[in-house]
């Protein structure tokens, strides 16, 4: 599949559509409609220089120093004043575990309040030894219904911004899969914005997750996600477009695919996000 062809299959994946220019000959009526969703305009090919532009060269990642060992709170909510808290006992314990005794480990987690009212722990998805790993946010209602991360108008939208890609949640070899995983296990309630302490007591697992999946690329989706891998407090719109690292390992940022349902004019940004990754990776080689 040639470039173009695989460009608009992604951007018709993701609910956008194509504009291409009338041929000379053809006429637009000028009564038109314009259509309701985000349209991203195909511009027709250059004609080709005499002399062939050179290449540009690749770019390098930007890298960001791996995780320092401070509290996620310190780091999401500068100068509110939060207690100091003691390291989370057993993280030396949770380093060391494998898959079944890692998806045991959260199961039975009651580091914080949120293990009240939840009904499932969402533990993650996917292949275990993917290329891709998908970083979102914390689960909503539909998750904690179901035990599984991005479900309902958000995971269709994410599943459509993978076939896009040729790559799935659940079938094929690692290299077309994706493991799925989120900064928290438990639903928020209200599907409210994460607090630091929670999101510091789920860190060791997200960490021991991407250690055993050893993914060749992250994407990491929404704002708390990638806050809590690039111990940033600079918003996604400054972060998005350029290859970060996290302990070695590329790292794009997009927006959540439930953010890209109520601002459609963000999708073709997110399509961008995912030219980069995909890019990186092909880049990167086998």
Excluded at 62 to 81: H, K, S, Y
Excluded at 220 to 232: I, T
């Amino acid at each position: 599949m040639s470039w173009d062809e695989r460009q608009r299959a992604m951007l018709e994946a993701m609910g956008l559509k194509v504009w291409r220019a009338p041929e000379p000959a053809e006429a637009v009526p000028a009564s038109a409609p314009v259509a309701a969703e985000t349209a991203v305009m195909e511009r027709p090919a250059p004609a080709p220089a005499a002399v062939a532009a050179p290449a540009p060269a690749p770019r390098s990642p930007v890298a960001v120093p791996a995780p320092a060992p401070r509290a996620v709170a310190e780091l999401l909510a500068p100068g509110e004043g939060l207690p100091q808290r003691a390291p989370r006992p057993g993280l030396d314990r949770i380093a060391a575990m494998d898959w079944p005794q890692l998806q045991e480990a959260v199961a039975d987690c009651r580091a914080c309040k949120l293990c009240e009212g939840r009904k499932n722990t969402v533990f993650g998805v996917g292949h275990e030894r993917a290329h891709w790993m998908i970083v979102g946010e914390a689960p909503g209602q539909q998750e904690d219904q179901q035990g599984e991360p991005f479900v309902g108008q958000a995971g269709k939208l994410l599943d459509s911004m993978l076939r896009s890609l040729g790559l799935s949640r659940a079938e094929g070899p690692p290299e077309r899969q994706v493991f799925i995983a989120n900064t928290l296990k438990c639903r928020p309630p209200g599907n409210r914005n994460p607090e630091p302490e929670e999101l510091a007591q789920c860190e060791p697992f997200l960490q021991r997750q991407i250690a055993l999946v050893q993914p060749r690329i992250i994407l990491a989706m929404g704002r708390f996600a990638v806050q809590s891998l690039l111990r940033s407090n600079e918003p996604i719109g400054r972060l998005r477009g350029r290859v970060h690292e996290y302990q070695g390992v590329p790292l794009v940022v997009t927006y959540h695919p439930a953010y890209l349902l109520r601002n459609l004019v963000d999708k073709a940004r997110a399509w961008e996000d995912l030219c980069l990754a995909l890019d990186t990776l092909e880049r990167r080689g086998p």
